[in-house]
Nanobody, 117 residues
Framework: QDHLVESGGGLVQSGGSLRLSCAAS????????MSWYRQAPGKQRELVAS???????NYADSVEGRFTISRDNAKNTAYLQMDTLRPEDTAVYYC???????????WGQGTQVTVSS
């Protein structure tokens, strides 16, 4: 069954770095748009970054210049490198995959990122 598995969250001090990983199963990764969303307590889920199958990237203004999204097609894995983290980056981060081939979206289970001041 197709699914996404996230890893890499944790607790870090302000100014620190973390890297999130999102591994996709099966054939759904090929050509898919990979995105990272986050949801802080009491707030709506928001788009953080996305990368197309061809490698085009987009970022939310709040993370531009600090976060980098990438993908390794050989490993069916997407990454979110988060640098210069701030307390306001604290949230549950979710990986999202849109498969054009299947016309279906998939969500990861979520991983907690906590940035202490």
């Amino acid at each position: 069954q197709d699914h996404l598995v996230e890893s890499g969250g944790g607790l870090v001090q302000s100014g620190g770095s973390l890297r999130l990983s999102c591994a996709a199963s099966g054939s759904i990764f090929t050509g898919a748009v990979m995105s990272w969303y986050r949801q802080a307590p009491g707030k709506q889920r928001e788009l953080v970054a996305s990368i197309s199958g061809g490698g085009t990237t987009n970022y939310a203004d709040s993370v531009e210049g600090r976060f980098t999204i990438s993908r390794d097609n050989a490993k069916n894995t997407a990454y979110l490198q988060m640098d210069t983290l701030r307390p306001e980056d604290t949230a549950v981060y979710y990986c999202h995959l849109w498969s054009y081939a299947k016309g279906t979206a998939y969500w990861g289970q979520g991983t907690q990122v906590t940035v202490s001041s």
